[in-house]
């Protein structure tokens, strides 16, 4: 296995591997981008089926959070952090006390927080061996879980996306195929069906799905989800699920969801236009955590429900933009965060907006 000739390496500035025998930890950390500050990103616990399984995720994820951060406007840098193994068989405490030793001894560079199979509880956890974590405020409405903001933000993308494509942003019987009931798609799921809309979902977990069902939710199949006849597809599990195999059984004509890494490749975002698709890319739309975390770390969360609200007017701008420059939605949002993480100065005053005069 090696970094550098990695397909999803670009040319990021730390990626440092962990095994400790005695808990059981293996974990990689990788830091895309720092021009902006320290690389903050969740710490995912998964059960990779290889090792360069592990590497690419870590590289994709931590590669996104450095354009998440840029473009919405926070003074950081994009990290992430993987740990090895199934969170439901494998995570304990002396695992999750030596994954904080691995975060503390980068000094700095990477901050941490809560992701898929970790929770609030853990970050508490790996915060008794080091200060570089987030999303633990118990202040915080949520007790310091970002995961109703990030659903919050897609929310408003949803409905930004629908604005620009049937020029209304009225859920009321509007069809949306959710992919993934955990607490992103619940929280989502609970603010769609408020509004009236249709939702249908799919979730290998059934405790998770059950929960979901019960808000008023009809259970669909997880083979039939990404070619459900919907409005709307919101991915909100895994990435990669937008590839040559599946774009073509699409049906719905906007995706905007919580998952990153939706597109499998970039190219992938030129064919979801070419189809009349409207993507809303997912390191815009699903911000929401990050923005909250960013304010819990300033100490500024009655600034963020205001914050994340932006998110559907720089969708919005994005959409515009990608008409009129012929261009991908993808393609659109990269250059933008490109823009700011390149030219660091570029960022400040700035107030989530893509051409910088919110």
Request: with cysteine; charged share 20%; hydrophobic share 40%.
């Amino acid at each position: 296995m090696c970094v550098f000739s990695s397909p999803s390496f670009d040319h990021h500035e730390l990626v440092t591997f962990a095994e400790h025998q005695d808990s059981g930890l293996r974990a990689i950390i990788a830091v895309h981008n720092s021009n902006l500050g320290p690389g903050v990103g969740g710490c995912r616990m998964f059960p990779y089926a290889s090792d360069v399984d592990a590497l690419e995720d870590v590289l994709r994820l931590s590669r996104g959070m450095t354009y998440k951060s840029a473009l919405a406007g926070l003074p950081m840098g994009g990290g992430k952090a993987v740990i090895i193994g199934d969170h439901r068989k494998h995570k304990t405490p002396a695992l999750l006390e030596a994954m904080g030793d691995f975060i503390d001894a980068q000094g700095g560079k990477y901050v941490t927080a809560e992701d898929s199979g970790t929770s609030v509880a853990d970050m508490k956890v790996i915060g008794q061996r080091t200060s570089y974590v987030s999303g633990v405020d118990e202040r915080q409405s949520f007790g310091g879980d970002p995961s109703p903001f990030t659903a919050q933000g897609i929310f408003y993308g949803i409905k930004a996306a629908l604005q620009h494509k049937v020029a209304s942003d009225e859920l009321r019987g509007v069809r949306v195929a959710l992919q993934g009931a955990g607490a992103v798609g619940r929280y989502l799921a609970k603010q769609l069906l408020a509004e009236g809309a249709l939702v249908f979902v799919a979730d290998i977990n059934e405790e998770n799905l059950n929960q979901v069902v019960a808000m008023g939710a009809q259970q669909i199949g997880v083979d039939e989800v990404l070619s459900y006849d919907a409005d709307v597809l919101a991915p909100c599990a895994m990435g990669a699920i937008l590839n040559d195999d599946t774009i073509p059984h699409l049906k719905a004509k906007v995706i905007a969801g919580g998952a990153n890494n939706q597109l499998a490749e970039s190219r992938h975002g030129d064919d979801l236009r070419e189809l009349g698709i409207l993507y809303a890319p997912d390191f815009v739309i699903n911000a929401g955590g990050i923005i909250e975390i960013h304010h819990q770390r300033a100490g500024s969360a009655e600034k963020s429900s205001d914050h994340v609200a932006r998110i559907g007017t720089t969708l919005s701008e994005i959409f515009e933009a990608s008409e009129q420059q012929g261009k991908s939605t993808l393609a659109v949002a990269e250059q933008l965060a490109e823009d700011k993480f390149r030219s660091p100065a570029l960022l400040y005053g700035a107030a989530y907006s893509v051409s910088n005069n919110a």
